[in-house]
């Protein structure tokens, strides 16, 4: 049996997400973004008193233990608001903490998650660096073990909340006979703190695009990293990477779709406000086409998130569904966006309206976490048959709760 509707748990963080964006954040985000000013204490407080933090962690490791589902939602309300609010839920409760959650031991749960899903410690996810993007295995930092150590030296590019996390899921080389020959069973993930010696880390500069939000670099120069911050086994680093990027692109896409609708409802005011011709532009053939593109675009994203998180809540695999959700997402909030400073006319090419935020935030989640050439590249291999998703060690725990409500 299908049910598409919502628990009541799941209108409850829907709505309370709502009221606290609308209150707390919607406000003051247009000067934030002009500043380009990411204002850490109302952002992250107000996230962290609603749980938002530790979202989908369970409540033994300090989370909130609600399932999936409410992930995406948060994701679709956060970025409704402000696409910066949602990359938190990316790289924080997504790619880190689930990765964490599924491939932690005890004490690094205990050492990391806890803080990171009470909200007392945030966390980031270091994978690109300068000459590797798409192509992971191009990657350059290496790790070196001595002694009881792991002694991590590179630089990693592109990083979202580089210069405000306290830990980072970072990516190395450990075996550079497989580095290379690109093979990438020679790739390790590892826990590396801000507070760590010979870490340092910056600001992206001149970026055009989520200004409210904080996107850097971090070096490591000879950094030493005890043996016990190794997530996973040693050579699993890139199916770690892989994992996590199921969980991050699932904030994306959803977070795309909450963008997709901010976009339609500035787009149906303005509609209705402006006129030409003696008629509001509402009444415009070619003005409602873009409307109802944007409705169309909205309700098919939203579909194919929820049924990514509907997946996650069972236990399955969804590398491929959630994939999808987040291509299809992500490029259909861009089509949304230029759409609305269309329809704002010279109005939209002015800070003044929300549309041209809309339109610099969207392009990002176009090139993170898979670009567009990437997502179709693998999609057009699953049909194929060139890819196909093998079992991994360890899989992202179900949620019953989830289950029950939906199955
Ligand atoms: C705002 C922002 C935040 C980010 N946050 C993070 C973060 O927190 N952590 C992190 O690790 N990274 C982060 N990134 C980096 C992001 O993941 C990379 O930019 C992305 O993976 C693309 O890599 P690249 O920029 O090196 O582009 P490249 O890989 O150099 O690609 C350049 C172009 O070539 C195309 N291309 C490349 N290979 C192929 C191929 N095989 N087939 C077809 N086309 C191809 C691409 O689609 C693209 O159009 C962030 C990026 C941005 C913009």
């Given at each position: 049996m299908i049910d598409f509707s919502l628990s009541d748990e799941q209108k409850l963080l829907e709505q309370s997400v709502r009221e606290w964006g609308s209150k707390e954040v919607a406000p003051f985000i247009r000067e934030n973004d002009r500043r380009h000013h990411f204002d850490r204490e109302r952002i992250l407080g107000g996230m962290a008193k609603l749980g938002l933090l530790g979202i989908s962690v369970p409540q033994e490791y300090g989370g909130a233990g609600m399932d999936y589902v409410c992930l995406g939602l948060?994701?679709?309300?956060?970025?409704?608001?402000?696409?910066?609010?949602?990359?938190?839920?990316?790289?924080?409760?997504?790619?880190?903490?689930l990765t964490l959650l599924t491939w932690g031991t005890e004490d690094q749960k205990k050492r990391y998650l806890v803080p990171q899903?009470?909200?007392r410690k945030i966390a980031g996810y270091g994978l690109t660096e300068p000459s590797a993007g798409s192509d992971v295995r191009g990657m350059q930092t290496t790790a070196v073990r001595k002694g009881d150590r792991w002694v991590i030296?590179?630089?990693?590019?592109?990083?979202?909340?580089?210069?405000?996390?306290?830990?980072?899921?970072v990516f190395a080389?450990?075996?550079?006979?497989?580095?290379?020959?690109?093979?990438?069973?020679?790739?390790?993930?590892?826990?590396?703190?801000?507070?760590?010696?010979?870490?340092?880390?910056?600001?992206?500069?001149?970026?055009?695009?989520?200004?409210?939000?904080?996107?850097?670099?971090?070096?490591?120069?000879?950094?030493?990293?005890?043996?016990?911050?190794?997530?996973?086994?040693?050579?699993?680093?890139f199916k770690i990477a892989m994992f996590a990027l199921d969980q991050g692109?699932?904030?994306?896409?959803?977070?795309?779709?909450?963008?997709?609708?901010?976009?339609?409802?500035?787009?149906?005011?303005?509609?209705?406000?402006?006129?030409?011709?003696?008629?509001?532009?509402?009444?415009?053939?070619?003005?409602?086409e873009m409307i109802a593109g944007m409705e169309s675009d909205y309700q098919s994203a939203r579909l194919l998130w929820l049924r990514s998180g509907w997946l996650k809540n069972n236990?399955?695999?969804?590398?491929?569904?959630?994939?999808?959700?987040?291509?299809?997402?992500?490029?259909?909030?861009?089509?949304?966006?230029?759409?609305?400073?269309?329809?704002?006319?010279?109005?939209?090419?002015?800070?003044?309206?929300?549309?041209?935020?809309?339109?610099?935030?969207?392009?990002?989640?176009?090139?993170?976490?898979?670009?567009?050439?990437?997502?179709?590249?693998?999609?057009?291999?699953?049909?194929?048959?060139?890819?196909?998703?093998?079992?991994?060690?360890?899989?992202?725990?179900?949620?019953s709760e989830g289950v029950k409500s939906q199955v």
């Amino acid at each position: 049996m299908i049910d598409f509707s919502l628990s009541d748990e799941q209108k409850l963080l829907e709505q309370s997400v709502r009221e606290w964006g609308s209150k707390e954040v919607a406000p003051f985000i247009r000067e934030n973004d002009r500043r380009h000013h990411f204002d850490r204490e109302r952002i992250l407080g107000g996230m962290a008193k609603l749980g938002l933090l530790g979202i989908s962690v369970p409540q033994e490791y300090g989370g909130a233990g609600m399932d999936y589902v409410c992930l995406g939602l948060a994701s679709e309300e956060l970025e409704y608001v402000d696409t910066s609010l949602r990359v938190i839920m990316s790289v924080h409760a997504g790619l880190n903490c689930l990765t964490l959650l599924t491939w932690g031991t005890e004490d690094q749960k205990k050492r990391y998650l806890v803080p990171q899903a009470q909200g007392r410690k945030i966390a980031g996810y270091g994978l690109t660096e300068p000459s590797a993007g798409s192509d992971v295995r191009g990657m350059q930092t290496t790790a070196v073990r001595k002694g009881d150590r792991w002694v991590i030296s590179g630089e990693k590019s592109w990083i979202s909340l580089a210069d405000v996390a306290d830990n980072f899921l970072v990516f190395a080389w450990t075996d550079q006979e497989k580095k290379k020959q690109r093979d990438p069973g020679g790739i390790s993930a590892f826990i590396v703190e801000r507070s760590f010696k010979g870490f340092s880390s910056g600001p992206m500069k001149e970026k055009w695009g989520i200004l409210a939000g904080n996107t850097g670099f971090f070096k490591m120069d000879e950094v030493e990293v005890p043996e016990e911050n190794v997530i996973g086994r040693l050579g699993e680093g890139f199916k770690i990477a892989m994992f996590a990027l199921d969980q991050g692109r699932f904030t994306v896409a959803a977070g795309a779709t909450g963008l997709i609708r901010a976009c339609r409802d500035a787009s149906v005011a303005y509609a209705k406000q402006r006129k030409t011709f003696g008629v509001e532009i509402g009444q415009h053939q070619l003005v409602k086409e873009m409307i109802a593109g944007m409705e169309s675009d909205y309700q098919s994203a939203r579909l194919l998130w929820l049924r990514s998180g509907w997946l996650k809540n069972n236990g399955l695999r969804n590398t491929r569904e959630t994939g999808l959700a987040k291509w299809f997402a992500t490029v259909a909030s861009e089509r949304a966006a230029g759409d609305c400073v269309q329809i704002h006319g010279a109005n939209g090419y002015s800070d003044e309206y929300p549309a041209g935020r809309f339109y610099r935030n969207c392009k990002g989640a176009v090139i993170y976490e898979g670009t567009r050439e990437i997502h179709k590249v693998m999609q057009a291999d699953y049909l194929l048959g060139y890819r196909v998703d093998r079992p991994t060690r360890c899989e992202l725990p179900a949620h019953s709760e989830g289950v029950k409500s939906q199955v």
